[in-house]
């Protein structure tokens, strides 16, 4: 009895290596950062290990409990081998291919550059031992993340090879370590899989460029209209205003156009939809880029929008404003003069204040939902109307929110510095284009029409049809 509850804490609690004979073996061919740090989580979940180095006995410190050996007596000892070395080292394996017949070499490698072999790493293993199986993986995970195991349950480890056996003892090892799964098919993906630790957030380039280039562009537009033009007509020096004043003016308007920048593409999608007469045609290839990057443009438009927010806060305790009200009211009291309550401006800026602030709720909204945690429990249909539905009706609040802002400043040419428009018209165009355009898809003839056509419906080509007529 007593040794039945011994033998099943061993199996439930495995990290007594020894009191645990039916630990499966495995081996690590290398003794460096990964190899020690993939041996110690092996060993943390129960597995025994060995190690093969070129130098057993004087390879460093080494997990408590495994052994170094040389490759051949390594390679003897287990079935599943993960081969921890750089590619370049891989030579000397050819010389163990007789031993390594009918093994599971698991290709944890990755290189400096891309394209930097003829062919990937794993295919090369491959080549080097015909009679292994080679399976590429674990490479996109870092020697800190694999001793430390995954923190959640999203740690993915992206697999791929041409035997499902070996494929299938290698998930068998990454599901007890901790991480999920991801079966990328068969070897001909490995340099794909190669590929992944070398890319520096590829979708995140387009938005960056963007929100860099749009930011620079407005930065320069408003330096000419608010500070070179009151130096060179006005004789004023009001470069002051280049750190909250004009940052508070870039930002928002920087955030508004990349927030309609992530409908425009669906609004242009359901157009061509509706001119083509169906959905089974190709979108363009610049529409489909730019529609998988929408995530990307919305939530540094996101961050934009908090900039302002922030920047909106401070307002009151700038010296410029204090100085300005004080001067203001002290010349009320010299020349006793009391401005009347304007309750129109009262309305107006109190509504532009709420507006904002309810576009800037519904934006967090959008953001927190893109989460993978949050959207990951969200159904599609929840997801999308959270994103499409009030997503358009942040970009509406965000809109208006500006419109009230300018209010009638659009018919006094006073604003218009060196006939140029002030900067948050220019931000109005894009988004009020979305929303019209978005009114008329909208029009019950044109979404039943578009409805239809997203249920499989297809316009009839005359052409085609007269066609077949000749035909019967
Ligand atoms: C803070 C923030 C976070 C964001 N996070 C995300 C995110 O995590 N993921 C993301 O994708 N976007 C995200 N976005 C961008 C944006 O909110 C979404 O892409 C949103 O779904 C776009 O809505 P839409 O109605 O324009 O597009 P969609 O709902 O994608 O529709 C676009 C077009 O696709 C076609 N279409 C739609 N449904 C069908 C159908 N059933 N059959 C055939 N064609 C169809 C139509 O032509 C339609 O016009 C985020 C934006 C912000 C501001
Ligand atoms: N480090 C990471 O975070 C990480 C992440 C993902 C993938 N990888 C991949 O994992 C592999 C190992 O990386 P690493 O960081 O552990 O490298 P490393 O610290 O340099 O260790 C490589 C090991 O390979 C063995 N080796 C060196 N030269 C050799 C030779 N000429 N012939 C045979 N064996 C040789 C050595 O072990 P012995 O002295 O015991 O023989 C050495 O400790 C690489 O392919 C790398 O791309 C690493
Ligand atoms: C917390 C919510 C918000 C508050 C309190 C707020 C407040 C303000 C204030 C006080 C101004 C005038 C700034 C100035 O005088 O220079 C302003 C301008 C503006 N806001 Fe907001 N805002 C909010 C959210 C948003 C959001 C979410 C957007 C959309 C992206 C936005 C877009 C704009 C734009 C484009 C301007 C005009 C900038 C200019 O040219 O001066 N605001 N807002």
Redesign the pocket.
């Known amino acids: 009895m007593s040794k039945e509850v011994n033998s099943e804490s061993v199996s439930l609690c495995p990290l007594n290596t020894a009191a645990a004979p039916e630990q499966e073996l495995l081996c690590i061919f290398g003794t460096g950062d990964l190899g020690r740090s993939l041996g110690q989580r092996l060993l943390q979940c129960g597995y025994r290990v060995v190690y093969g180095s070129r130098r057993p006995h004087s390879c460093g410190p080494l997990p408590p409990g495994t052994q170094a050996v040389s490759h051949g007596a390594a390679t003897q000892s287990a079935n599943l081998i993960f081969v921890c070395i750089h590619r370049q080292n891989y030579d000397f394996l050819q010389t163990l291919a007789p031993q390594l017949n009918g093994k599971v070499l698991v290709d944890v490698s990755n290189n400096l550059k891309k394209n930097l072999y003829p062919e990937a790493n794993a295919e090369y293993l491959q080549r080097l031992i015909p009679g292994a199986h080679v399976v590429k993986g674990f490479n996109t995970l870092s020697a800190w993340a694999l001793q430390n195991g995954p923190s959640d349950s999203n740690r993915q480890v992206y697999l791929c090879g041409n035997m499902a056996e070996a494929k299938q003892a290698v998930t068998e090892t990454a599901t007890k370590l901790g991480f999920t799964v991801v079966d990328r098919g068969s070897l001909s993906a490995a340099r794909e899989l190669e590929d992944f630790p070398l890319q520096l957030f590829p979708e995140w380039r387009l938005p960056l460029r963007l929100a860099v280039g749009l930011t620079a562009a407005f930065f320069f537009y408003l330096i000419i209209r608010d500070i070179v033009y009151a130096y060179v007509v006005q004789g004023k020096d009001v470069s002051f205003r280049i750190m909250v004043?004009l940052a508070?003016?870039v930002f928002?308007?920087v955030?508004?156009i990349m927030?309609s920048l992530c409908y425009l593409p669906g609004v242009i999608a359901a157009f061509l939809q509706l001119y083509r007469g169906t959905k089974y045609k190709r979108f363009p290839d610049w529409l489909d880029r730019w529609m998988l990057c929408r995530k990307q443009l919305g939530l540094l438009?996101l961050a934009?929008?908090s900039l302002?927010?922030m920047y909106?806060l401070i307002?009151p305790i700038r010296y410029y404003v204090r100085h300005r009200i004080s001067e203001i009211t002290i010349s009320q009291i010299r020349e006793n003069i009391t401005y009347k309550f304007d309750t129109t401006m009262a309305w107006r800026t109190d509504s532009?204040?709420s507006v904002?602030?309810l576009?800037?709720g519904l934006?967090i909204l959008l953001g927190i939902s893109s989460l993978p945690s949050v959207s990951n429990v969200l159904s599609w249909r929840e997801f999308s109307f959270i994103q499409s539905k009030l997503g358009y009706l942040t970009l509406f609040f965000?809109t208006f929110?500006?419109y009230l802002?300018g209010w009638s400043m659009f018919l006094k040419p006073s604003y218009y510095k060196w006939y140029t428009p002030?900067?948050?018209m220019l931000?109005l165009v894009v988004p009020s284009v979305v929303l019209v355009l978005k009114l008329l898809l909208l029009l019950p003839c044109v979404d039943r029409t578009l409805t239809r056509i997203r249920q499989g419906w297809e316009k009839t080509d005359p052409e085609n049809d007269s066609k077949k007529s000749l035909l019967t």
């Open positions: 004043s508070n003016k928002p308007i955030s508004l927030l438009a934009f929008a302002h927010a909106t307002i532009y204040y904002g602030i576009g800037f934006y965000c929110h500006t802002y002030p900067a948050y931000s």
